[in-house]
């Protein structure tokens, strides 16, 4: 079985205009995007965090770094928490045991402009990749480079995967047609891949509502900057906002002025290739 990748870029030309065009864009409300995935390599026995906050603005203003008051991450079963730190203007890092995030539920915590935002996520594991190589197969323009990839899927329940194939490439698929076999595939760069780039394969565990979460990014952000550049505000993560709750098992939900974003906790089996 093969997934076959492409996309198909359109270019508009405008070749004279003597008259000057004003456009008013809708001037929106700042608003806090959150990039909270948490890559677990279970081979490991500490596990780094790396979050990056910003803040959304008007159409064609720059994305502005966010500083929060305070970011951390508890462990409902364990009590224990991760506090981040700030090592750039808006990257918040930490590292923990790894079993820290493999066991129990996990809440993100953050402050930011006297509002609080929470989000809840738990351990998602993944198969690892049996299978990484070169292929000879192209596409239309025949200078694309394929890679062929293979997992072995876990049968003992309903699976979802996010592959990031590098240079903000990703891709999602669900084990509904190949479920508990293996499943190979191909998947094509452009010519901008050279002989001598090492290029690395990541795959992730995801359960369904980051699935469809990152299919829906996937597919509005067209390929061409990834997923995580620009928050698109009709696709909304799992960052809600609690300000004014008291008990974080029992956290009240302001979904008028919720973040942009996802926290999820993956499982991550990573394999590199030299292209030749």
């Known amino acids: 079985?093969?997934?076959?990748?492409?996309?198909?870029?359109?270019?508009?030309?405008?070749?004279?205009?003597?008259?000057?065009?004003?456009?008013?864009?809708?001037?929106?409300?700042?608003?806090?995007?959150?990039?909270?995935?948490?890559?677990?390599?279970?081979?490991?026995?500490?596990?780094?965090?790396?979050?990056?906050?910003?803040?959304?603005?008007?159409?064609?203003?720059?994305?502005?770094?966010?500083?929060?008051?305070?970011?951390?991450?508890?462990?409902?079963?364990?009590?224990?928490?991760?506090?981040?730190?700030?090592?750039?203007?808006?990257?918040?890092?930490?590292?923990?045991?790894?079993s820290f995030f493999t066991s129990g539920e996990l809440i993100l915590y953050i402050t930011h402009l006297d509002q609080t935002y929470a989000a809840r996520a738990s351990f998602i594991e993944a198969s690892p990749i049996t299978k990484l190589e070169q292929g000879d197969g192209t596409l239309f323009e025949g200078t694309e480079t394929e890679i062929i990839v293979a997992f072995e899927d876990e049968p003992s329940k309903e699976n979802f995967y996010l592959f990031d194939f590098d240079f903000n490439e990703y891709l999602v698929t669900e084990d509904e047609f190949y479920e508990g076999k293996e499943f190979e595939f191909s998947y094509f760069y452009n010519d901008d891949i050279t002989s001598g780039m090492e290029i690395t394969i990541n795959l992730l565990g995801v359960d369904e509502a980051f699935f469809n979460y990152m299919n829906l990014l996937i597919i509005q952000s067209g390929g061409n900057q990834g997923p995580f550049q620009t928050p698109v505000a009709t696709v909304k993560g799992n960052i809600t906002n609690v300000t004014g709750s008291t008990d974080i098992n029992n956290l009240t939900i302001n979904t008028e002025n919720a973040a942009f974003g996802y926290f999820a906790v993956c499982q991550t089996f990573s394999k590199s290739i030299t292209i030749e």
């Open 1 to 98: 079985m093969k997934n076959i990748i492409f996309i198909l870029a359109l270019c508009f030309f405008s070749l004279s205009c003597e008259d000057v065009i004003e456009v008013n864009t809708p001037s929106v409300e700042p608003k806090l995007n959150i990039d909270a995935l948490i890559r677990v390599d279970t081979s490991n026995t500490r596990t780094s965090v790396r979050v990056l906050a910003n803040t959304t603005n008007s159409f064609f203003n720059e994305i502005e770094p966010a500083t929060l008051s305070q970011i951390f991450i508890i462990n409902l079963n364990t009590e224990e928490s991760l506090l981040l730190s700030e090592s750039e203007e808006g990257v918040y890092v930490g590292a923990e045991n790894t």
